[in-house]
């Protein structure tokens, strides 16, 4: 008899908890982004205003950026949020995205020891890289081909030097942008990171990080993020009117001038560029 | 180091403040195990037995397979589920991609081979001994059977346990099927390894603290089953 | 009498190997009938034959004058069987007990019949009734399964070494339950058992088993090899106290005899002689069924047992510890052929 009860409230409780999964249908968006967009906390910030302002509920994965291009292009998702530019474009090209919008951007620093060995503070970026490969100062790279990942690697190419694979002060942590951070501090080496990152870092740090920011506001650190609906021509059963609503919301004024006052622990990060 | 005790302090604030978000990641970690579990149980605890139980030709066989998918690491089988689940894959159309539903069919991939084969051992060892007792106080075959399913259940609750515990702590199925999709498919474990990659580590501390807790009430439960 | 048992050409095997070879041998019904015998003489093997838990190799078990099969209905209903290795549930006692009636749908009145089972093993209910089978002391969990086999009131009650391993009070307590069930019910009791003066006292039939072979006992002794061939053509077995057992040629020097022993000092067959070996009177044993006593006799390393008349032990005073001469004919040398 007491078994048979406990077996009965067991039945109940699992029955409960599963029914609820597959309740209620509001109308909703799916978008892939990446981890380091995610981590910023904008995307937890504007999502409510979304909501209110449209109806339609955000969910989003963040992933690496090859594998939010690859949800985009499985069909698996409605948007993409990303920062490769030049991979978007190709991205577009393929057929796989419509409709790419540039929707704000921050900004990448090269960071390092205070000590500073291959003494690249204020230097140019190309500069810089030319001084850490000659003096053969360790370098730690995320090596996971993010949208990170692949913004380094423009940075070498365009410092007119085939990336140092194979050189054993280039350390490829396979890693988010923190957990490569943190091996760069052990190794005492330079990386290249998102300010948003950095800023949190610094904070985790109590204010005193390890690493500090020794080249920033060259040109070509800039760190574009746009809106991409994913091809309906490509992928029939997308949410394509839905995404674009998306798309038009976030370049949308008063969206913009949120993104511009967002904070990241007290420090603003976006500069919204949506025309 | 310190973020051990900070973290540890952490879980008992984040329960009794009701996070909403810790409390998300907890409903949606027992929605998905209640899911695996009754799917893995209903279908290993029979098939386990029966493995155990009877004897058939490719026995040795089936047992082998069963016991090599003990080792199905939990990336390369959210992988898998992900080809067949995605919108491109075979199962596409039934919209469990970033799911709970989808992250459960992952995880009972993985909870069946480990109930089965734990299922197996424990009827292994008692069928002989059981049989003999039986058949000497009368039984028939159906009551040797069903009461020697019922002998056997201190081991099928230790291969219950240990499936859930299997199920209840993974994180490569639940990342790669599920999304990490905040209030829908955010686990305990994929928002540990989130608040980790993000360098928050008393956070992670204290929603694996706060793992451990439910861990607990669910051995506690197990441990009044046993002694019936 | 009736025969409850009916074995012909019963041939078993265990992992190829042959473990029992027994022609033919009929079990009357409603007596106890005591096996003895070495380990891996078969005894359990023809236990469980008997209970039709195993089906033979080759031959057939009769009980009650029909075929049968494991699971067989009418065979389910009445016999039963003690295991030596322990036969509880999980489960407390009074569910163990319990257990035999509820397949049977005998469960009218299901608390007196547990309870009268129990006290019949010397177990108060209200002490053990709900001890959990796993709380019980090795000769306490002996006396309940037999408990939980007697609820039944079984018609043959097969028993394997089922005071081995027990305390002296557990031991007896099983002891009296048997005879009581015998006793009570008229069952058919088999019981195999170490405990030679149980056997003797308590048996109404006693047959001897040896690599797969069952005889009734009597003088025949085994006697296992290895033989040794002498100059002069005959077969011996070298004893510690420096006589020798003479036995005729053996299928292989390695084959165990059987060897027909007496007190008669001039035991003849008519063409030979009989050969004489001197020991030591062990034990005497009142076989209670027949009246003869069972003399243990010590001849260098080898025990014989011998059945004789209380007047020839009064006659030849025998008591332990006397020294006395039995007498064989090695030309009726019997070989135990697996």
Known sequence: MKQGLKVFTLALAVLMLTVTCFAGETRTLMMATTTSTDNTGLLDYLAPYFTEETGIELKWTAVGTGKALRLGQNCDVDVLLVHAPAAEKQYVADGYGINRMEVMYNDFVIIGPPSDPAEVSGKSVSQALKAIAESQAVFASRGDDSGTNKKEISLWTSAGMAVPEKASWYRQTGQGMLATINIAVEQNAYTMTDRGTYIKYSHNAGGNPPLKILVEGDDILKNQYSVIAVNPANCPDVKFTTAMTFAKWLTRTKTQERIAGFKLLGKKLFIPNAH | MDFIAAGFVKAFVLLAQGDAATWSAILVTLRVTMLSMSASLVLGIPLGFLLGYQAFPGRRQVRMVVDTMLFLPTVFVGLLVYAFISSRGPLGGAGLLFTVPGIAVGQTILAMPIVMSLAASATEETAGRLRVTLMSLGASRRQLFLTSLWETRQGIVVAGLVACGRVMTEVGISMMVGGNIKWHTRTITTAIALETNKGLFAMGIALGMVLMLIAFSLNIGAMLLKQK | ?338
């Not at chain 3, 690599?211 to 085994?222: E, I, M, P, S, T």
Request: some cysteine; hydrophobic content about 40%; aromatic content about 6%.
């Open chain 3, 1 to 338: 009498m009736d025969f409850i048992y009916q074995i012909r050409g019963l041939k078993q095997r265990y992992n190829g190997s042959p473990v029992l070879n027994i022609d033919r041998l009929d079990i009357d019904q409603g007596i106890i009938t005591g096996i003895m015998g070495p380990n891996g003489s078969g005894k359990t093997t023809l236990l469980r034959l008997l209970a039709f838990i195993d089906s033979p190799w080759q031959g057939e078990v009769r009980c009650n004058g029909r075929a049968a099969t494991p699971f067989s209905e009418h065979i389910r209903r009445i016999v039963t069987f003690l295991p030596q290795t322990p036969s509880l549930l999980l489960r407390s006692v009074y569910k163990n007990i319990s257990y035999g009636l509820k397949i049977r749908g005998m469960t009218e009145r299901l608390d007196e019949q547990v309870e009268k089972a129990l006290s019949m093993v010397g177990l108060s209910m209200s002490t053990f009734g709900h001890r959990r089978s796993v709380a019980l002391s090795g000769g306490e969990a002996q006396r309940v399964a037999l408990a939980a086999r007697l609820a039944i009131k079984p018609k043959v009650l097969l028993l394997d070494e089922p005071t081995a391993n027990v305390d002296t009070e557990s031991a007896l307590r099983i002891k009296q339950a048997v005879h009581r069930a015998k006793a009570r019910w008229n069952t058919t009791v088999i019981v195999v058992s170490h405990d030679s003066q149980w056997i003797y006292e308590g048996c109404d039939r006693i047959l001897q088993m040896y690599q797969g072979r069952a005889w009734d006992a009597g003088n025949k002794n085994v006697v296992p090899g290895p033989w040794q061939h002498a100059s002069d053509g005959s077969w011996f077995r070298p004893l510690t106290n420096g006589h020798k057992i003479m036995v005729s040629p053996p299928p292989s020097p390695d084959t165990t005899a059987m060897i027909a022993f007496s007190l008669e000092k001039s035991l003849k067959d008519g063409q030979s002689q009989a050969c004489l070996l001197d020991g030591t009177v062990s034990r005497l044993i009142l076989e209670k069924k027949t009246g003869r006593i069972a003399v243990s006799i010590t001849v260098g390393d080898v025990v014989l047992t011998l059945k004789t008349s209380a007047a020839t032990v009064e006659q030849e005073s025998l008591y332990p510890g006397k020294q006395i001469t039995v007498s064989y004919l090695p030309g009726h040398t019997q070989w135990i052929v697996p």
